[in-house]
């Protein structure tokens, strides 16, 4: 997968690990298709810099959030500025959602 | 798809021994952004001034604009904390809102394992609550 860091492989081996292989394959086409990039996150962060803000904290299905920053244009930039610095950490947050997801998904198949 | 992920299973395989233990979604947090977060509520809860105008961090108005859809949001939290929610009101309408969205958002980064504060009422199954219930699939 782009853009794929250490921490996303332990949080993916922590989660997949107790699945046999077939269903590991599932879980990650499952994951794959929800995965967000972290560069994408970026740009989207960024276009809050020339006016649209919050489409990176939809995007990641953070309505409320969403909402507020779109109307406040990024708390004053200052939000905006803030997950310039952590869009890593925002991806991250969301993958590891999205991999519980697919995990779940995968053990609802099974039976 | 085949071949890569293939070779990202047999990854994991060889990671197996050196990971932690998998209980990452139930242990609580302290995640950077929820910090900033806390620390400006409470901040603007305790100890900010909310009487005399202070140096704006705004950066519109350090460029000379004037207008600013996102100015006065600081105060009219600070208000809200403060239970003059009239007053919050009239600074910034968002105000209330955004206490109740950050407040969720340190919550929800701080006990990953907790989707939702609903979802004790979900698992209930009262009815406008169960609406986004997971049901199993059935096979």
């Known amino acids: ?111 | 798809m085949g071949m890569s992920n293939w070779s990202e299973t047999s990854l994991y395989r060889r990671l197996a021994s050196a990971a932690p233990s998998p209980g990452i979604f139930r242990t609580p947090q302290l995640h950077r952004e929820a910090l900033m977060w806390g620390c400006a509520l409470v901040w603007l809860g305790l100890f900010a001034n909310l009487e005399q105008p202070g140096r704006s961090l705004c950066l519109l108005h350090a460029l000379g604009l004037d207008f600013c859809p996102g100015c006065g949001l600081g105060r009219s939290i600070g208000l809200a904390l403060r239970g003059q929610f009239a007053a919050s009101w009239a600074r910034h309408p968002l105000g209330l809102f955004a206490l109740a969205v950050l407040v969720s958002r340190i919550f929800s980064l701080t006990f990953p394992g907790m989707r939702s504060w609903i979802q004790p009422l979900r698992n209930l199954r009262l009815s406008p609550f169960s609406l986004r219930l997971r049901r199993p699939v059935a096979r």
């Open chain 1, 1 to 111: 997968m782009p853009n794929m860091d250490g921490t996303e492989r332990i949080f993916l081996h922590n989660v997949l690990g107790e699945l046999n292989e077939d269903e590991q394959i599932t879980a990650l086409q499952i994951y794959r298709a929800k995965r967000k990039d972290p560069q994408m996150i970026l740009l989207l962060t960024l276009l809050g810099l020339i006016g649209a803000a919050g489409i990176h904290r939809f995007i990641i299905g953070q309505i409320g959030m969403g909402i507020l920053y779109f109307f406040t244009a990024g708390i004053c930039f200052i939000g905006t500025i803030m997950d310039l610095i952590n869009y890593r950490q925002i991806a991250l947050e969301s993958n590891k959602q999205s991999a519980a997801e697919a995990a779940a998904t995968v053990k609802i198949m099974r039976r």
